[in-house]
């Protein structure tokens, strides 16, 4: 249970001595945001008992919380010197070297907090991110299912098994590995546009079509959506009405740089398209 400011105040008159306390003292003002103050009781705990790792690695994620990334990443590499089977503080420092786009360092950090912790689900989905990242589709999708063999209620950890399943041509999984994360989260657009763009790959296209409807009523004018429909009525034959959404498609995402891929994409598909017919 989390102690108050009063009793840990009262704590410290008792053993002034004593880092835990000044620890805790430091986590009940980093809840707060007051992250100043959490600081100086970290350091108080730190000058009692210099090797107190859990003052380093809280500091690390004071700083961190700061966005003083470079002090962060020093405290934890603090906190493991002292410790070096601290599993949360590898954590964080692959967690901060994946969203700051340093896959290698990100791998070598969350493997060994997968080493030392097997059963930390987390670890294991942000290891099969950073194995995406760099195209090691066998080893994302390894780390996938194991995260999800350990929590299989994050509709997150589906969602990205599915996404490397596709991305390795395993249309199969990625269409079921969508349709679980659908029945978490039944409004995500994306997911559910993923989802029929595999039974496109699995050539359910009646039953894609039906369920692109889905995402279209969400949202209209979604490109995506729009593209996959375009594709789905091309297989069924419906070429003149897949060519007014490829169109469409091309006046939405024209000059829209987060569109851009996909805008090329359907240059180059209406380009072959007009070769073919000539």
Known sequence: MEKTLEQLTELIKAEPQNPEYYKELGNYYFRNSEYDLAIEQYQVALNIDPTYYKALYNLGNTYYKMEQHEKAVHFW?????????????????????????????????????????????????????????????????????????????????????????????????????????????????????????????????????????????????????????GELLEKLGKVEEAKGLFERVLELTRDNEPWEILHKYVVERLSKAAETKS
Not at 125 to 132: E, V
Not at 156 to 166: E, G, I, K, P, T
């Open 77 to 229: 590499h603090e906190a493991i010197k002292v410790k070096p089977d601290f599993d949360h503080a590898y954590f964080n420092l692959g967690y901060h070297h994946y969203q700051k786009g340093f896959m290698r360092e990100a791998i070598r950090a969350l493997s060994e907090a997968a080493r030392i912790n097997p059963d930390a689900a987390d670890t294991h989905h942000y290891l099969g991110l950073s194995y995406q990242q760099t195209n090691q589709l066998p080893d994302a999708i390894a780390e996938f299912r194991k995260a999800i063999e350990l929590n299989d209620e994050d509709p997150d950890y589906h969602y990205n098994l599915a996404n490397a399943s596709y991305d390795f041509g395993d249309y199969e999984v990625a269409a079921n590995e969508w349709a679980v994360t659908l029945s978490m989260r039944d409004n995500d657009v994306k997911a559910r546009n993923n989802y029929c763009d595999a039974l496109l790959q699995l050539g359910k296209f009646e039953e894609g079509l039906n369920e692109i409807e889905k995402v279209l009523a969400f949202d209209s004018e979604y490109p995506p959506a729009l593209c996959t429909r």
